[in-house]
Nanobody, 119 residues
Framework: QVQLVESGGGLVQTGGSLRLSCAPSGRIFGITAMNWFCQAPGKQRELVAAINSDGYTNYADSVKGRFTISRDNAKNTVFLQMNSLRPADTAVYYC?????????????WGQGTQVTVSS
């Protein structure tokens, strides 16, 4: 069973930056997309950024121009560069990898990493 291992979270002041990484414990074949989600206390998990196998990216309106998603295809690793952080960005951040096997889509989730932005 492959696990996604996240790193890079922490405590940062308003306006600061963090870079999250999400790497699998083993090789994943047939990846279609890699995503970052966030979940703040008392709120639903929501999509922050996505990147598909063609490199096309998509962002939540609240992070456009501040966050950048990228991937290392050779290592099946996805990154989230977070700049100009705000207290509203405080949440647990989860990565998700989607992959296809025999026409069926499956997913792996990371365990989550805490991002706290102080004012």
């Amino acid at each position: 069973q492959v696990q996604l291992v996240e790193s890079g979270g922490g405590l940062v002041q308003t306006g600061g930056s963090l870079r999250l990484s999400c790497a699998p414990s083993g090789r994943i074949f047939g990846i279609t997309a890699m995503n970052w989600f966030c979940q703040a206390p008392g709120k639903q998990r929501e999509l922050v950024a996505a990147i598909n196998s063609d490199g096309y990216t998509n962002y939540a309106d609240s992070v456009k121009g501040r966050f950048t998603i990228s991937r290392d295809n050779a290592k099946n690793t996805v990154f989230l560069q977070m700049n100009s952080l705000r207290p509203a960005d405080t949440a647990v951040y989860y990565c998700r990898t989607l992959y296809m096997v025999a026409g069926i889509e499956y997913m792996y989730w990371g365990q989550g990493t805490q991002v706290t932005v102080s004012s």
